[in-house]
Nanobody, 127 residues
Framework: VQLQASGGGLVQTGESLRLTCVASGSTSLLNAMGWYRQAPGKQRELVAAIRGGGLLNYADSVKGRFIISRDNTKTTVWLQMNSLQPEDTAVYYC??????????????????????YGKGTQVTVSS
């Protein structure tokens, strides 16, 4: 599975950005796609995930501001980021998983990650 992300950039506080990720290759076994981010000096964290059945998981820090969605083929995922804050500055990575955990709160993907990652795209929010 290959993942290609795009849409990062430099914005000011309060502005919006939309990230796009397109999956290719053996995508029929994928159960979830999502976005992670890593800021300098910090660990990677799950930002949002969407599973095959439509279950959504968000990091507490982005709830109400970010929206994850996908197309009907389940191979393209978007992350709409609104009301961006300087603390959202990070490299954002698209991810995909064949693993289908039983939890519904995002614990597995948050702790263990997903199976595939794309190259990151930089998001910088200036104050």
């Amino acid at each position: 599975v290959q993942l290609q992300a795009s849409g990062g950039g430099l914005v000011q506080t309060g502005e919006s950005l939309r990230l796009t990720c397109v999956a290719s290759g053996s995508t029929s076994l994928l159960n979830a796609m999502g976005w992670y981010r890593q800021a300098p000096g910090k660990q990677r964290e799950l930002v949002a995930a969407i599973r095959g059945g439509g279950l959504l998981n968000y990091a507490d820090s982005v709830k109400g501001r970010f929206i994850i969605s996908r197309d009907n083929t389940k191979t393209t995922v978007w992350l709409q980021m609104n009301s961006l804050q300087p603390e959202d500055t990070a490299v954002y990575y698209c991810a995909a998983a064949e693993t289908a955990p039983r939890d519904t709160d995002g614990y597995y993907y948050r702790v263990y990650g997903m199976d595939y990652y794309g190259k990151g795209t930089q998001v910088t929010v200036s104050s």
